[in-house]
């Protein structure tokens, strides 16, 4: 078979497959004897030809004009490839072809430069093909002269303004500002008789991602994890796939499901949607709450790390005092480095007090914190309450809309909108949430505080604490 009638088998109606799937049904001899039949240079054209590698639902739809192409996937699919090479395609015939991504390192490391895994768009191009990153100028200049500048989601108003004819939106459903920051990239996607832009993200029921699945100028792409199994490690299969099968976070990261808010959950993503701002108005507290990881190790919990703060209403109405959350930091930790990380987050925010749990880590808890720095406010609080009780004054709060997300919260809201009393197992992010928001709203149960190392009681009960040996890592 030689490369004309591997074109021909490709292109049958019949068969809808790639030239990849094609070759992989011949024989060991028939592949050896047309590989070898190619020369060098059609072995590189090959090599870097898309549409021979491509699975069909992963091309372009041409079964009707677009604006949007939402690919909505499963983790693992080949949207980052997908993303790459109509990039790749694109700056042949246009002069600026821009992309957004969640964050400026995933611009950098997921979508221009990779990190090995071959998906990237410096990974795809041809040698011919090689582009210059101008890092300091943010942006990839193409050997036609056509440029890309990068963007990220984090900094709405940089969208405000440049112009493009076609762009790469990447991983919408993890922005932290999704509405604010596409509604810069829309005005700017205005050159041209064809402004398009294509979209990869595992799905969420954010607003953005609702808006464009039912925008009439979009076309939606949908694959799940298992349509690209022949080229993820087996590992992957035995040990995340197998882990999340079946649960409602698999069928949302592997089925691409979009999933409507959870029955029994006492957060909805839609109640948060409508309450969230950017930015906040002058705060008169904040805080970090901090729900400790009680080992550290591969299986270990995340400590869970949110900084929230207090202040008037959004539109400075008089009223009782609106609730901010600005921060997640949660994340697999050592002992030492949560604490690093939760003092930062104290002197980056200007926190006035740490408020963490004790209920396992006990005395230690403060110890950590207080071997990385002692000058902090800090507060004790022991769960005597079920967790139900304690969170359910908290979803109160957001149920009269009085605490907004300065942005968004991915992992964190997932967690709230997740939680099903008595159904669902301890989430620390929005432990977390619910002790900084019990501080601030009133509603403690027993508390200790130390700032700057001078004890203040507050409760003859807890007066047996004395001074607390400082523990050294």
């Known amino acids: ?33 047309w590989i070898e039949s190619l020369c060098d240079d059609e072995a590189e054209a090959i090599l870097h030809d898309w549409e ?3 699975r069909p639902n992963q091309l372009a739809p041409t079964e009707r004009p677009w604006d949007n192409w939402l690919v909505l996937a499963g983790r693992g699919f080949g949207k980052t490839r997908m993303g790459s090479e109509q990039v790749r395609r694109w700056v042949k015939k246009f002069p600026i072809v821009n992309l957004v991504g969640a964050t400026a390192a995933d611009v950098r490391d997921v979508m221009v430069q990779g990190i090995g895994a071959g998906s990237a768009i410096m990974e795809v191009c041809r ?3 090689r582009l210059v990153y101008e890092k300091s100028n943010r942006r990839l200049a193409w050997p036609n002269g056509a440029v890309s500048v990068l963007f990220s989601a984090e900094e709405p108003e940089r969208l405000r303004g440049p112009q493009c004819h076609k762009a790469w939106c990447d991983d919408i459903a993890a922005w932290k500002y999704p509405s604010e920051a596409w509604e810069q990239f829309e005005f700017g996607l205005r050159l041209g008789s064809n402004a398009q832009v294509v979209v990869t993200t595992t ?27 022949a080229n993820l490690a087996q590992n992957f299969f035995n040990s995340i796939i197998r882990k999340y099968e079946g649960t409602r976070l698999g069928r949302q990261e592997l089925m691409a499901e979009l999933l409507d808010d959870r029955p029994g ?5 839609k109640a948060i ?7 906040c108005p002058p705060l008169t507290r904040i805080v970090i709450g901090v729900d400790p990881a009680v080992s550290s190790g591969d299986d270990s919990a995340e400590w869970g790390i949110v900084a929230v703060g207090m202040g008037p209403s959004p539109n400075g109405r008089d009223g009782p005092p609106h609730f901010y959350v600005l921060d997640d930091l949660s994340r697999k930790l050592s002992p030492n480095e949560a604490a690093q990380l939760v003092v930062h987050g104290y002197q980056a925010h200007k926190a006035d007090r740490i408020v ?21 406010a800090y507060k004790a609080v022991r769960a005597s309450r079920g967790k139900l009780t304690r969170a359910e004054p908290i979803a109160a709060l957001y149920e009269q809309h009085r605490v907004h997300h300065v942005g968004a919260f991915g992992v964190l809201e997932d967690q709230m909108c997740d939680y099903v009393p008595m159904d669902s197992k301890s989430p620390d992010r929005m432990d977390a949430l619910v002790w900084a928001l019990t501080e601030l709203s009133g509603d403690w ?29």
């Open 1 to 33: 078979m030689n490369m004309k009638s591997m074109a021909t088998a490709k292109g049958t109606g019949c068969s809808r497959r790639s030239g990849a799937e094609i070759l992989g049904t011949l024989s060991n001899e028939q592949r050896r004897r």
């Open 52 to 54: 021979f590698w491509a």
């Open 127 to 129: 040698r011919d093909e």
């Open 203 to 229: 799905p969420k029921p954010i607003k953005l991602i609702k808006e464009l699945v039912v925008n009439p100028a979009t076309v939606i792409t949908r694959g799940s994890t298992y349509d690209n199994k």
């Open 265 to 269: 959950a006492l957060w909805t993503l």
């Open 273 to 279: 949607d409508d309450d969230r701002v950017r930015p």
């Open 356 to 376: 963490a749990e004790v209920n396992n880590g006990g005395d230690l808890v403060e110890a950590i914190l207080r071997n990385v720095n002692h000058n902090f």
């Open 445 to 473: 149960e027993e508390e200790v505080i130390y700032e700057y190392d001078e004890r203040h009681s507050i409760s003859p009960d807890l007066d047996v604490f004395d001074r607390l040996p400082y523990w050294k890592m």
